[in-house]
């Protein structure tokens, strides 16, 4: 090699490097806060003009790094997150009113969970969803809740007996398939269309252990019209909603024990669920017609019905189908009379298959939908009945005599 290559070669080196500038804005996790999980509720709930004030769960690795996978945390008394809180006039301030007292900055990539107080959800989730989608760091898949008869700090400083993290135990709730979930994207996808939105409720409930402190329960859907909450789907308007969610498609259900002709029960339990939505356009204008059709196993045989025979197999499934009906109905009529929400996602379906006409409605929207004939069809098939068809009850009564 030459004097001069070995020159060029050096030169061209020096201003390569220029271009390599490593991972200069890298932060090593001890310089981290991780957050798992945050909530948002009024200061003065009674009051709409007052200030927020924000939550957030952060994670303590160490703490984390010594228990088992899953399970809580190492040493039992240890706690593995730390809640602090902060307050302002939007969700922005309150939050960074909590990042000025930290040592550690702010990673909210690994938060999963948000939690809104009632009041604030009442007021509306605007501010927090715009802060969230300008926010770089900020996680839109992060599932949204709303406290239920509790406030959004007392449910994220909860150490729950099965999880290190409270965090992670409601996720689980989440992706159980208990419950319908909604995250952010979700939910700015649905208020930006032509329906409104909805979150998934949580409460907490006592163990019957004092020792373990308390558990949640996601129960109840929170009905927004849209950024702001206006009330809640509860009992059979609840259960109702399930049965017309895309997402329930995949899901599976409790068992539902309903009451049968000649007394008795019989439960079953969800294997398979399809529904179809279907709009249509006439003279009178949309009418809708909702088809669900259902395969069911029966887990329990609390009656006089025989379920290796056909007539009474079919005597179970029309009861089936009708307790599902009233559901269904309950549902419709209170969000039709009572809220004039559209959280099932009619205006939707009908822009999308009628967008000409739907421009003659769109202004007025709420009073069509309030009035608008839903047909619905319900039918159950059961696919599994057990290894007997009589209830054993009315066997051991039966030999007994």
């Known amino acids: 090699m030459t004097w001069r290559s070995f020159q060029t070669g050096f030169v061209g080196m020096v201003i390569l490097s220029f271009f390599c500038t490593g991972c200069w804005d890298a932060t090593e996790i001890n310089e981290l806060g991780i957050v798992v999980a945050s909530g948002a509720d009024l200061v003065k709930p009674s009051d709409p003009h007052s200030n927020i004030k924000a ?8 703490q984390l790094a010594g228990g088992a996978t899953g399970g809580p945390s190492p040493s039992g008394s240890q706690k593995t997150f730390v809640l602090e809180e902060g307050e302002g006039p939007t969700a922005a301030s309150a939050l960074t009113s909590i990042q ?20 604030y959800a009442k007021r509306g989730l605007s501010d927090l969803l715009d802060e969230m989608i300008r926010n770089p760091d900020a996680r839109l898949r992060s599932y949204i809740l709303v406290a239920h008869g509790v406030t959004p700090n007392k449910l994220l400083k909860l150490a729950y007996p099965l999880t290190r993290l409270p965090a992670d135990a409601i996720v689980e709730l989440e992706q159980s398939h208990q419950a319908i979930t909604i ?8 208020l930006t269309g032509k329906s409104d939105p909805y979150a998934m409720g949580i ?49 599976r259900r409790n068992s539902m024990a309903v009451p049968v002709p000649g007394g008795g029960w019989v439960t079953s339990q969800l294997v398979i669920l399809n529904h179809v939505i279907l709009p249509s356009w006439g003279k009178a204008g949309p009418r809708f017609s909702v088809n669900v059709e259902i395969s069911d196993d029966i887990l329990e045989n609390m009656s006089r019905l025989k379920l ?8 179970a499934e029309h009861a089936i189908e009708q307790s599902i009906l009233n559901q269904i109905v309950a549902l419709l009529t209170t969000l039709k009379q009572t809220y004039h929400a559209d959280i099932v996602g009619f205006g939707d379906l009908l822009f999308a298959r009628y967008p000409k006409q739907w421009r003659t409605i ?10 608008m004939p839903i047909q619905i069809n319900v039918k159950v098939h059961i696919v599994r009945s057990g290894l007997i068809g ?6 051991s009564t039966s030999q007994g005599r």
Do not use: C
Not at 308 to 315: G, M
């Open 55 to 62: 939550y957030v769960q952060v994670a303590l690795p160490s």
């Open 100 to 119: 000025q007292r930290m040592s550690r900055r702010f990673f909210l990539r690994d938060r999963r969970v948000i939690i809104v107080g009632e009041a």
């Open 183 to 190: 995250n952010v994207v979700q939910f700015v996808k649905v």
């Open 203 to 251: 409460r907490m409930l006592n163990t019957s252990s004092g020792k373990q402190g308390r558990i949640f329960e996601l129960n109840d859907v929170a009905v927004f019209k849209k950024d702001k909450m206006v009330g809640w789907l509860r009992g059979e308007a609840s259960r109702g909603f399930f049965w017309l969610q895309p997402q329930s498609m995949q899901l």
């Open 308 to 315: 290796d025979q056909s007539h009474d197999v079919k005597i």
């Open 362 to 371: 769109e202004s007025h929207w709420d009073q069509v939908y309030s009035r």
């Open 390 to 395: 009589d209830s054993v009850l009315n066997k």
